[in-house]
């Protein structure tokens, strides 16, 4: 009885040597020193080993002795830890109830950039289920960068200016090419030509011309751009995958009621995979604050503009279609 009430005071504290409890038990359970090493159990330093280490040493010694012997001592110990390796409902009838957490194993939490597939629910404007669907790890889980985006957007804006605004020079601007007084007695300054800079009516000196503001961008960096506005969004938790976006009547309010019920949302982006439903567009015309885009002209500046992304399967299929298809060089 006396080794075993030692043992119980080792297991109290935050740094012990696994092996040496369980040799001054050796005596009065089954277990002895070369099954110890024989199973790893030399040093625990983890949280998880010192966890393992208390719930074998306990069904150890409950098995020796009465378990109202070891119930203080126990329940001192385990009360200290956040993390327990069995539950309540484990079937070993020789460790009581009351000495195991009410709560399960905490798995790690789920990280992203891990290239992993998600598995989201799919719903519809109904709220019914329709099943699950597994979203790509390559599309949708990358690493997130926010100097890509910003290159991205950067490139985007400049791409889709006009460049159309223009200015006449000199030699543009009509009128006549005499002087218009004489060099010397008139007491005005001198004066080659009415077209200049300086009259009414005259040239703009270095004003813009029509030219393209585009600028370079590497098709890789652009697809990456793009993946990592999606990988962001279903990190969020803010991608919606539906399995239709068929609506029963054209009326606004089917959209309005769907809006209502969702949580911090501001502005949502509905994406279609085939051609958008006339019904569909009809109940979002007058929303400033939905708007629907087919899936070739998803892209990052309009996932950044909406907080959340809605998506029917089809969208989806061809944005993982579109992402893996082999760049043209």
């Not at 001054?24 to 099954?35: G, H, L, M, P, Q």
């Not at 957490?101 to 950039?113: A, F, R």
């Not at 290159?151 to 791409?159: D, E, F, G, R, Y």
């Not at 909406?306 to 969208?315: E, F, G």
Request: proline share 4%; hydrophobic share 35%.
């Amino acid at each position: 009885m006396q080794s075993i009430r030692g043992g119980t005071k080792l297991l109290q504290r935050h740094h012990f040597s696994i092996s040496n409890t369980l040799r001054s038990t050796s005596a009065s359970s089954s277990w002895s020193a070369n099954e110890s090493r024989r199973l790893g159990f030399d040093s625990f330093r983890s949280t998880r080993a010192f966890d393992s280490a208390a719930t074998y040493l306990i069904s150890s010694l409950t098995k020796a002795v009465p378990s109202s012997s070891v119930v203080p001592y126990g329940m001192s110990l385990l009360s200290n830890r956040k993390l327990s390796t069995l539950t309540p409902d484990s079937s070993d009838d020789a460790i009581p109830s009351d000495l195991l957490m009410k709560k399960t194993v905490i798995t790690p939490d789920w990280t992203i950039g891990k290239y992993q597939d998600l598995v989201i629910p799919v719903t519809n404007f109904q709220n019914e289920e329709k099943g699950l669907m597994v979203l790509s790890g390559d599309v949708f889980d990358v690493p997130i960068r926010k100097d890509i985006i910003h290159n991205v957007v950067k490139w985007q804006l400049a791409k889709r200016q006009q460049g159309t605004h223009s200015t006449k020079t000199l030699s543009e601007v009509s009128g006549t090419g005499r002087k218009p007084w004489n060099q010397k007695g008139t007491g005005r300054a001198r004066h080659g030509t009415l077209r200049g800079p300086q009259f009414r009516g005259g040239c703009v000196m270095h004003g813009p011309k029509s030219r393209s503001h585009a600028i370079k961008m590497n098709k890789q960096v652009r697809r990456l751009g793009l993946k990592i506005a999606l990988s962001a969004r279903a990190a969020e938790g803010k991608l919606l995958v539906f399995d239709d976006l068929a609506l029963p009547s054209h009326k606004t309010k089917n959209i309005v009621n769907y809006y209502n019920q969702m949580e911090n949302t501001k502005k949502v982006l509905v994406v279609e995979g085939g051609p958008i439903d006339e019904k569909l567009k009809l109940a979002t015309q007058n929303l400033h604050y939905v708007n629907i885009i087919p899936s070739i002209g998803l892209n990052v500046y309009s996932i950044l503009l909406h907080d959340t992304l809605v998506m029917s399967r089809d969208a989806v299929n061809m944005i993982v279609e579109r992402m893996n298809t082999p760049i043209n060089r």
